[in-house]
């Protein structure tokens, strides 16, 4: 997450310096630490969690688990990984239900936290879980904020319960008692109250949300706080505490790049735990909160559960054996290739996903700098194309290349590019359905990959241009008979767009065939 991005770099390097020790003197501990609490510190930790936090890691890398481990540095990585867990809050905890319904779900926090947007992103995962969620106009008093909430809910695909005009009209109060009749009579299950925030901590504000929570009296109230307000956070955090009280945190805008002190320092801070996380503006951009899965996220260990869920979520699990299949009879197509992008995309940013990935900090220059708009050029290519091309893509000569590309709105280079990298997919995919090892450029030869029954040669294959112009394949062969490789212009990235990297002779990169690795759902 881009919120922990200065963080896990600095943590990154202190770590890599420990690596080159065998073994660790209490000197080398005392400096990791010190790092370590600048890091925290200029993350906006609050101080006592940067205390408290930079104590027992000391007290622990200076034991007996450090100086009896054969890899010292992994040990203190390890004991920072389990003290990151304890104070974002431990374990997960899961959202409370009543067992009579309706559960009852309050928000409060102050005003540009992104309650309303929240609210309708809480109603569309409950909704996905089974549940029939209504939401509750009970923020009167912001400008609009009953026309945003009925927006969000319209695009949610969940009702809302909006009896009042709001811009200061109508009393908070009674609208959420009302909800509650409402929500029985129409037999929904989850009623979540969306309520008004202020600029500031003050009396009224306390005093209204104390109200609304004795009127409903929820089984979960959800304090919503913005993750790049820094110190501000933990002040906010207590004071809603007192006067209100809540069961749990919701942190918004952990997409941001702020430093992101308030997710480490809130939960240890009023012993409430963090449930959900917000990561970005779509609706979709919601999940629950791990504690441990986070800790891996700030020390770039990465987050495979978290993407093997989303995986799980966005592809049908008979889709993918029936394209195990095709890949294993040769009858992969280009529009299998389309829907296994359509899937991917139904996942989410691909950033995202591939910042889950262990070691993804030190990718962090090619992720900023990758096009997510590059699969809707694709699919754009693919859609331009008749069905008989697609299942066929030896049909694809000039003409109809230049008439793809006129229709896709791209270039006869872009279609080359991507009919070529697809027929090298598929080739590969092949190999390894049916069990073999793919040879994949900048490899080397694998150690008995690639032989022959019992000649023990490798095949040679005819060398040669198999370029469609006639000029540019003589100019080839001439340069291949004089021992010259002719230099190739199929730049590209792995989805056989250009990504202002020129492409290996004979196939992708490694990094390029695990992207269309992904693609294809193996």
Known sequence: MATFGTLSDRLADTFKNLRTKGKLSPADVDGTVREIRRALLDADVSLDVVKSFTATVRERALGDEVNKALNPAQQVVQIVNEELVTILGGQQRRLQFAKKPPTVIMLAGLQGAGKTTLAGK???????????????????????????????????????????????????????????KFAETKQYDVVIVDTAGRLGVDAELMKQAGDIRKAVDPD??????????????????????????????????????????????VASVTGRPIIFASTGESLDDFEPFYPDRMASRILDLGDILTLIEQAQEAFDEEEA??????????????????????????????????????????????????????????????????????????????????????????????????????????????????????????????????????????????????????????????????????????????????????????????????????????
């Open 122 to 180: 809480l109603a569309k995962w409950l909704a996905k879980d089974g549940h029939t969620p209504v939401l509750v106009a009970a923020d009167l008093q912001r400008p609009n904020a009953v026309t945003q909430l009925q927006v969000v809910g319209e695009q949610a695909g969940v009702p809302v319960f909006a009896p009042e005009p709001g811009n200061g009209v109508g009393n908070p109060v009674r609208v959420a008692k009302d909800a509650m």
């Open 220 to 265: 979960e109230v959800l304090f919503v706080i913005d993750a790049m307000i820094g110190q501000d956070a933990v002040a906010t955090a207590k004071a809603f505490q007192e006067g209100v009280d809540f069961t749990g945190v919701v942190l918004t805008k952990l997409d941001g790049d702020a430093r992101g002190g308030a997710a480490l320092s």
């Open 321 to 522: 054996r029936k394209v195990a299949e095709k890949f294993a009879t040769d009858t992969f197509t280009l529009d299998d290739f389309l829907k296994q992008m359509q899937q991917l995309r139904n996942m989410g940013s691909i950033k995202k996903m591939m910042g889950m990935l262990p070691g993804a900090g030190a990718m962090k220059q090619q992720l900023d700098n990758f096009d997510e708009r590059e699969i809707v050029r694709t699919e754009a290519i693919i859609q331009s194309m008749t069905k008989a091309e697609r299942t066929n893509p030896k049909l694809l000569n000039g003409s109809r290349r230049l008439r793809i590309a006129k229709g896709a709105g791209s270039t006869v280079t872009e279609v080359n590019s991507l009919v070529n990298r697809f027929e090298q997919a598929a080739k590969m995919m092949k190999t390894v359905a049916k069990g073999g090892v793919p040879n994949v450029p900048g490899m080397g030869p694998i150690p008995g990959a690639g032989f022959t029954g019992g000649r023990g040669k490798q095949q040679q294959k005819k060398k040669g241009s198999r370029s469609g112009n006639p000029a540019k394949r003589a100019a080839e062969n001439a340069a291949l008979a004089s021992g010259v490789k002719p230099a190739t212009s199929a730049g590209g990235s792995g989805f056989g767009l250009g990504g202002g990297a020129s492409a290996k002779p004979g196939g992708p990169t490694e990094e390029e065939l695990a992207s269309l690795q992904k693609f294809l759902g193996r």
